[in-house]
């Protein structure tokens, strides 16, 4: 059997039926690129200026000087760049509560948000609200299986059921920030892994020259993640920006750094199967 991961981006991609998925999956090989950047500053000119270096994932709950017109200025980089917007919302309550929160409010981030993800804690009913409102945009979903700080609690049955949740909506759910692939997890017994089951895996905790930090956060390499652990896309923040997000320069190397090493891993991946 071939496992998804043994395959590359684009056989995925064209084996995918959710927009955002492909999209992503298109994305990623087009631009011979899984690195996402995790945009987590305060500023809206140190946001921008970050996204116009490198193309990210975002935060934009956390800008202290958030306005509506932002949106039109990272649809435009997208557009520029040639990247997918990610969305990094953890959503974390019941269905109608995220159906609101997804849809409306200040972000409204279904209008422009490629994919978004959620926390499980919430069941079945935390996808149901968010699908409401981003299938019929072509959304996609993320859950999220598991964390890389020291001493999460998302292990074992709390992991296994995420999966279970979202082998029930594979239109909507995409994948799973997590740290290893989910085909094994979660299984009935007696049941096999379905070949065609391909969730995406995107990993934080990625860092090429640091193992943690003083806040519980835990790293592993490129190499580690995407060829060791089968993941799909490496999630980099600071690693990339560091304490200073003027220096563009100096991000936009780092950048090319990381996605040289998390791409060289995802070839040395697919040329051993």
């Known amino acids: 059997m071939v496992l998804p991961h043994q395959r590359t981006y684009a056989e995925r991609a064209s084996r995918h039926s959710n927009p955002a998925a ?10 011979n690129s899984n690195l996402a950047v995790s945009v987590d500053v305060t500023k809206t000119k140190d946001f921008l200026a970050i996204i116009d270096a490198v193309g990210p994932f975002t935060h934009v ?13 990272i649809q435009d980089l997208s557009t520029k760049h040639d990247f997918v917007i990610f969305e990094d919302r953890k959503f974390a309550d019941i269905g109608n509560t995220v159906a609101l929160q997804y849809s409306s ?34 959304r996609g979903l993320l859950l999220l299986a598991e964390m890389s700080t020291k001493g999460a609690l998302t292990t074992g049955v709390y ?19 997590a740290q290893h692939r ?43 993640v995407i060829l060791d652990s089968g993941c ?40 051993s199967t």
Do not use: C
């Open 22 to 31: 492909k999209k992503l999956l298109e994305t990623i090989e087009r631009k």
């Open 232 to 271: 799909d896309v490496i999630i980099v923040g600071r690693g990339i920006y560091g304490s200073d997000p003027s220096l563009t320069g100096l991000i936009a190397s780092k950048a090319k750094e990381y996605k040289t090493a998390g791409w060289e891993a995802y070839l040395q991946r697919i040329s």
């Open 61 to 73: 709950d956390i800008l202290e000087d958030f306005e509506h017109g932002l949106i039109q200025q």
């Open 105 to 138: 409010g200040v972000h409204k981030i279904a209008s422009w948000s490629h994919i978004t993800n959620a926390h499980p804690v919430p069941g079945p009913s935390i996808i149901t609200g968010l699908a409401s409102v981003g299938l019929p945009l072509g």
């Open 182 to 224: 989910m085909e094994s997890i979660g299984l009935a017994e007696g049941h096999a892994v379905d070949e065609d089951e391909d969730f995406l895996i995107l990993a934080p905790g990625v860092g090429l020259h640091a193992k943690g930090d003083a806040m519980g956060q835990q790293y592993r390499s490129p190499k580690e």
């Open 159 to 177: 992991t296994e059921e995420a999966v279970r949740m979202s082998r029930e909506r594979r239109d909507f759910v995409i994948g799973f920030i």
